[in-house]
Structure formats: C-alpha cells, structure tokens
C-alpha cells in the first residue's frame, strides 16, 4: 500500500483490539515512516481530507465503509459491529436515502 519512503498515518481513537503480527524488516526495508496520533486538530482534518481526495481513484473508500441509518436501531448496530470487529468502518449516515 505504501511506495518506498512513503508514510502511513493512523489517526487513533479507537479500541484496543490487542497485538498484530508485522515485519520491522519490511517496514525497515522500504525506509517507511509510521505516524501514530491519538487525536487530532482542526488543522489535521484538511490535509487528511485532501489524502483521501488524491487516492479516491486508488482506494475503494466507499466499499471499505458499511452505512447504518441515524436512528436507534442503526446505530445500535454500527457500534454492536464496530465492536465485534465486523467492519472496517461504521459510518452513520444522516439521510436515508444514502443508507
């Protein structure tokens, strides 16, 4: 996913959903940078907007997020499945004409 000297962001707030397994040796080898930041300010939010604007053709942003409806049951579900780790990412969606 990432090019060689490239830089993955992982914006926090979220569980701890315990160890993984990786490589130092491919992290190392493609001389990679890992960013780790818990929160964020509002002057964050502009140039991960613009990220995600730039790799819109090469992510399928919208295929990663499973949509729930903003009502009681549908946000139930998003964070009973956000939970038990059965999306990548919950998104609640205001209209239901988007769901």
Same mark, same amino acid.
């Given at each position: ?9 992982? %914006?926090?707030? /979220? ?8 490589? @130092?040796?491919? *992290? ?9 930041? @818990?929160? /964020? ?9 613009? %990220? ?8 399928? @942003?919208?295929? %990663?997020?499973?949509?729930?409806? /903003? ?11 956000? %939970? ?7 998104? *609640?969606?205001? @209209?239901?004409?988007?769901?």
């Amino acid at each position: 996913m990432l090019r060689d000297g490239g830089t993955y962001v992982e %914006m926090g707030q /979220f569980t701890d959903a315990g160890a993984i397994a990786t490589s @130092w040796h491919r *992290i190392c080898a493609k001389d990679l940078n890992v960013l780790g930041s @818990w929160a /964020f300010t509002a002057n964050d939010l502009p140039l991960g907007v613009d %990220m995600l604007d730039r790799a819109r053709d090469k992510y399928p @942003w919208l295929d %990663m997020q499973t949509l729930y409806p /903003f009502d009681e049951g549908g946000v139930s579900r998003a964070v009973k499945d956000a %939970m038990a780790m059965k999306t990548v990412k919950s998104t *609640i969606v205001p @209209w239901p004409e988007l769901v």
